[in-house]
């Protein structure tokens, strides 16, 4: 298993290889093409899913078709004129478990901060399953010493990867689509802010103070109708308005501004409408950090695989 470990772990520590991104959500699968030479995207492609193709966990199986994901997958190759074979992945966020730890000095030896790190996530998840893997990446700053961890369980990563295999598709890292967006985020410009990502049946806060990850959390929700878009958009407000007090009270630092990513093929400005009304922090969408010729609706769902890739 430590092939996963190395994937993920290259995830936080370098730039991947690969110039073809995919996305797979609960709702839409989305890829990217980007040609290094000439230094822009050359293709891409967004395609619906029916409801129930992917159920995002932790623990539990995913792909709960997966004949119908495999001919949007061959689908989605066609439309990228694949010529590599190699490829990044961003898997759903609720696939995944990830955390920020702070500490005030850590060892220098590796196995010991590993040991720390375990003994830190056991704490936060104490029924963590055998085939659970880590990856660790440190952020060392004037004033602490902070760890960005990752976990995943290697049967639901390789649900994803089997897949793709079958298509002859070789995933050379796997990414999550919320901490891709912090790549785009100009960060001597934007150092204490709030970056937030909505799915259909997730919501993603990442803090960011002195331009450093300080915090990550993420909420689960039940997929509603157009009906409660309003109720959604009070849980949201709640919740940002939540972290961004607990955040102001432990660094001692203000937000300022709100980054904002909604990844909906359906109620987007509705729900983006409603946000702004709410809110008493300057929203910006995410979309507005980049500099390629795609239509609004294409930059906010494409945002994580170009924040993945560029």
């Given at each position: 298993?430590?092939?996963?470990?190395?994937?993920?772990?290259?995830?936080?520590?370098?730039?991947?290889?690969?110039?073809?991104?995919?996305?797979?959500?609960?709702?839409?699968?989305?890829?990217?093409?980007?040609?290094?030479?000439?230094?822009?995207?050359?293709?891409?492609?967004?395609?619906?899913?029916?409801?129930?193709?992917?159920?995002?966990?932790?623990?539990?199986?995913?792909?709960?078709?997966?004949?119908?994901?495999?001919?949007?997958?061959?689908?989605?190759?066609?439309?990228?004129?694949?010529?590599?074979?190699?490829?990044?992945?961003?898997?759903?966020?609720?696939?995944?478990?990830?955390f920020?730890?702070?500490?005030?000095?850590?060892?220098?030896?590796?196995?010991?901060?590993?040991?720390?790190?375990?003994?830190?996530?056991?704490?936060?998840?104490?029924?963590?399953?055998?085939?659970?893997?880590?990856s660790?990446?440190?952020?060392?700053?004037?004033?602490?010493?902070?760890?960005?961890?990752?976990?995943?369980?290697?049967?639901?990563?390789?649900?994803?990867e089997?897949?793709?295999?079958?298509?002859?598709?070789?995933?050379?890292?796997?990414?999550?689509?919320?901490?891709?967006?912090?790549?785009?985020?100009?960060?001597?410009?934007?150092?204490?802010?709030?970056?937030?990502?909505?799915?259909?049946?997730?919501?993603?806060?990442?803090?960011?103070?002195?331009?450093?990850?300080?915090?990550?959390?993420?909420?689960?929700?039940?997929p509603?109708?157009?009906?409660?878009?309003?109720?959604?958009?009070?849980?949201?407000?709640?919740?940002?308005?939540?972290?961004?007090?607990?955040?102001?009270?432990?660094?001692r630092?203000?937000?300022?501004?709100?980054?904002?990513?909604?990844?909906?093929?359906?109620?987007?400005?509705?729900?983006?409408?409603?946000?702004?009304?709410?809110?008493s922090?300057?929203?910006?969408?995410?979309?507005?950090?980049?500099?390629?010729?795609?239509?609004?609706?294409?930059?906010?769902?494409?945002?994580?695989?170009?924040?993945?890739?560029?």
């Open positions: 298993m430590n092939a996963l470990l190395d994937r993920i772990k290259d995830y936080f520590t370098q730039r991947p290889i690969p110039h073809s991104v995919f996305q797979i959500s609960s709702n839409y699968l989305s890829g990217i093409r980007f040609s290094a030479k000439e230094g822009k995207i050359k293709n891409y492609f967004i395609l619906p899913l029916d409801k129930g193709v992917i159920e995002p966990s932790f623990s539990k199986k995913n792909i709960k078709n997966p004949d119908l994901l495999e001919k949007k997958i061959r689908e989605g190759m066609e439309r990228l004129s694949l010529s590599e074979h190699n490829i990044a992945c961003l898997i759903p966020e609720l696939s995944l478990q990830s920020v730890f702070s500490f005030d000095s850590l060892p220098a030896s590796r196995l010991e901060r590993e040991k720390i790190i375990r003994f830190r996530i056991k704490k936060q998840m104490p029924m963590l399953p055998d085939d659970a893997r880590f660790f990446y440190l952020i060392r700053s004037n004033k602490s010493e902070k760890m960005l961890a990752a976990v995943a369980r290697a049967s639901v990563v390789q649900e994803y089997e897949l793709f295999s079958k298509l002859r598709l070789k995933v050379r890292t796997i990414g999550v689509p919320t901490l891709s967006l912090f790549n785009l985020i100009e960060k001597d410009k934007e150092k204490n802010s709030l970056l937030i990502s909505i799915e259909e049946d997730s919501l993603c806060l990442v803090a960011i103070v002195n331009s450093e990850i300080v915090l990550y959390r993420l909420k689960s929700y039940i509603d109708s157009e009906a409660n878009v309003s109720g959604f958009v009070g849980n949201i407000v709640k919740e940002i308005e939540n972290t961004v007090n607990f955040v102001e009270d432990r660094e630092e203000r937000v300022h501004s709100v980054w904002i990513r909604v990844g909906l093929l359906e109620n987007d400005e509705k729900m983006l409408r409603l946000l702004k009304e709410r809110l922090f300057p929203l910006k969408g995410i979309e507005a950090c980049l500099n390629v010729e795609l239509g609004l609706q294409e930059k906010k769902i494409l945002s994580p695989l170009i924040g993945q890739i560029l």
